[in-house]
């Protein structure tokens, strides 16, 4: 089936006329699964222009912000399409923050209507309070009765420019204030273009969606598999047992998780009688994974493994290390250290820090990237954008790297001192600030250590305060301290205690000799 006749007017792939296209074309093919509940094409375009015109109704216009806050399920696509279906910006909060950050987010991109699940009902209550203009919430459970009250039942009919934004998904700074990196038609227009020749997306693809949609990995990640017509299963909570069960069932073909998933996966028991021989490729990444989990991966799923490197601001993957360089006994054994190679359509070059220039071949530098993918910007911060994204269209990763002479990336380091763990960023600026209100806590810094789980987990290196108490019951108390002020994953799982903090001349703490001891045996820095 000819790709071209899923474009809009204007030649992109949009997600919106890729709803309208299908749901014609194949009406009664299946298209979400979540749970219980089975949806066909139709049956989402139905209820996504009852979306779009309750939207509508409400005051809602081409440009504007709405957001959603809950775990994964069918009601995202219903209000994701909706919003694109009438030009609107859909924006996924992380349902993983506290109220604060949540407040932070709203308060950035001016939502007026804000979609609430059950489990959330209470944070967003918290948000109302804590928010300067609280948007008008709309509980999902009311979410049938609310999409009904649209004015009729047409299709607003919105086809975007390249131009404009679609998707704003939120990412941190080294602040660890929250930025909104706006997704336009055309950036998500080139992922799923990409879907169908990089990663073999087709007709009959069953894809598993399992990482959370307030991720690129998720929302990206979906619309790829929805991209030429497929089936896609939708994951609320990632429990290993349920996620073997859903494979088995529905026949999976594909999907895309990160590495600590996989590790679940290897150590669950239903694995040893679950049907797998589905799957086809399983594509891994946004976080660091062992040779071993990999290798243990690829023989008990028995099917090709493909790792992605890519951002939220390069609308997910812009390199890929294919199956065919997934050979651990061959003599190109190294390349699983490698994030891949660029897409055809992506630029990489790795600039040298000190001069400005590109660094030669097998030189680390900064990871810098140039394709249709790259985001137009950060929500209303010209001066963070300005950063980042140069004139002529270059990104800034943050990410320290180096090309082989094949073209292979390789990940070295981070530039920034950002922390990934489990697919989650945690930004040390704002856990050393918690964690410098403790009585006992003279000095700190927050690093990524090695976590076989995990990729990294949080550690802080602290000095202590004069007179405080030596053993671990400090080290207890500042770990449940911070529990009380950050999201679970952004707080410590370890604390060492050092006289003193390694410093340059001008005062700055040398993270990469804190890390140095932790990461010398590991076999790469980050991924």
């Known amino acids: 089936m000819s790709a071209e006749k899923h474009q809009s007017a204007s030649g992109l792939r949009t997600i919106s006329t890729m709803l309208r296209y299908w749901a014609e074309v194949t009406p009664d093919a299946p298209m979400l699964t979540c749970r219980a509940t089975t949806l066909s094409w139709s049956q989402v375009h139905r209820r996504a222009k009852q979306v779009a015109r309750s939207l509508a109704s409400a005051g809602i216009e081409v440009g504007d912000r709405v957001a959603f806050l809950d775990r994964n399920g069918i009601e995202y696509f219903e209000v994701l399409f909706g919003c694109a279906l009438l030009g609107a910006v859909c924006v996924a909060v992380n349902w993983r923050l506290n109220p604060a950050e949540m407040a932070a987010v709203l308060e950035d991109s001016d939502a007026p209507i804000l979609f609430v699940g059950t489990d959330y009902s209470d ?10 203009n609280p948007p008008m919430v709309v509980p999902l459970v009311e979410l049938p009765e609310w999409r009904s009250d649209g004015a009729g039942k047409a299709d607003p009919g919105f086809e975007p420019a390249g131009d ?93 998780v990160v590495p600590a998933v996989l590790l679940h996966l290897l150590t669950a028991p239903e694995l040893a009688v679950t049907d797998v021989s589905s799957l086809r490729t399983i594509f891994y990444g946004a976080s660091p994974i062992t040779q071993e989990v990999l290798i243990r991966s690829m023989d008990a799923f028995g099917c090709n493994f493909a790792q992605v490197y890519g951002l939220t601001e390069t609308t997910g993957a812009i390199t890929s290390l294919m199956p065919e360089d997934h050979d651990p006994n061959g003599l190109r054994s190294h390349l699983l250290r490698s994030a891949g190679r660029p897409f055809d359509h992506v630029e990489i070059t790795i600039i040298d820090p000190e001069s400005g220039r590109p660094a030669p071949i097998g030189a680390v530098g900064e990871v810098c990237t140039r394709s249709e993918q790259n985001m137009l910007g950060y929500w209303k911060k010209p001066v963070e954008t300005a950063t980042v994204l140069s004139e002529d269209g270059w990104f800034r990763t943050g990410d320290a790297g180096w090309l082989d002479a094949d073209g292979y990336l390789f990940l070295h380091d981070r530039i920034k001192d950002m922390v990934v763990t489990g697919g989650e960023n945690v930004y040390p600026a704002e856990v050393e600030n918690v964690l410098a209100d403790h009585p006992w806590v003279a000095d700190v810094a927050v690093i990524g250590i090695p976590d076989d789980v995990w990729g990294e987990s949080v550690m802080a290196v602290v000095v202590r305060a004069e007179g405080a108490p030596e053993g671990d019951s400090l080290a207890s108390d500042i770990i449940e301290t911070s529990r009380g002020r950050l999201t679970h994953y952004k707080c410590p799982s370890s604390v060492v205690f050092v006289d003193s903090l390694p410093r340059n001349p001008s005062g700055k703490v040398l993270k990469r000799e804190l890390r140095a001891q932790y990461w010398k045996d590991a076999e790469r820095g980050i991924h």
């Open 123 to 132: 944070a967003a209550a918290t948000l109302g309070s804590i928010l300067s």
């Open 164 to 256: 404009n934004v679609v998707l704003q998904l939120y990412t941190s700074g080294t602040t660890g204030l929250p930025k909104g990196a706006m997704l336009s038609a055309a950036n998500l227009s080139r992922i799923l273009s990409e879907a169908e020749t990089v990663f073999h997306i087709g007709p009959d693809t069953v894809s598993l969606v399992a990482m959370p949609l307030f991720h690129i990995g998720g929302s990206g990640w979906a619309l790829c598999g929805m991209s030429q017509g497929g089936h896609s299963v939708i994951v609320r909570d990632v429990v290993p047992a349920e996620v073997l069960s859903l494979i088995q069932t529905y026949r999976i073909t594909e999907t895309f």
